[in-house]
C-alpha cells in the first residue's frame, strides 16, 4: 500500500499532492518574477482555494502566495481582483444552471 491504513483512501495522497502543489507555486512566486499571464493564472487557481472551507489547511500557505501576488487583501487591488472572480464565478452558475423560459408560444397566423 502508498499508505500507512489498512484501506486505500486517494484523499490523504490527494491532500499531500495539493500541498505539494502549493508550496511549489509559493516557491517559484518568491524566486521568479511572473508575468502578467502567469500571475492571472495562479490568481486564478488560487483565489478559489482561499476561499474554499475545504482547504483550511493551506488557508495561510494560499494567502501568503496571494499577498506575494496582489499585495494585503486590504488593497484595492485584492478588492477589485476578488470582486472579479466571484462575480464571474456567479455568473457562470446562473448562466448554466438557468434553462429558457418560454411563457408563450406565439404561432403566426
Known amino acids: ?5 489498512s484501506v486505500f483512501s486517494p484523499a490523504s495522497s490527494l491532500r499531500h499532492l495539493l500541498n505539494a502543489a502549493v508550496r511549489l507555486a509559493n516557491d517559484l512566486v518568491v524566486r521568479y518574477p511572473n508575468s502578467e499571464e502567469a500571475e492571472k493564472e495562479l490568481v486564478g487557481v488560487f483565489f478559489p482555494i482561499a476561499l474554499d472551507a475545504c482547504f483550511e489547511n493551506l488557508v495561510d500557505l494560499v494567502q501568503l502566495v496571494m499577498k506575494r501576488l496582489l499585495g494585503a487583501a486590504d488593497s484595492d487591488r485584492y478588492q477589485d481582483i476578488a470582486s472579479y472572480i466571484v462575480i464571474s464565478h456567479c455568473h457562470s452558475l446562473v448562466t448554466a444552471c438557468a434553462a429558457p423560459v418560454r411563457c408563450l408560444e406565439e404561432k403566426a397566423l
Do not use: A, P
Open 1 to 5: 500500500f502508498l499508505s500507512s491504513q
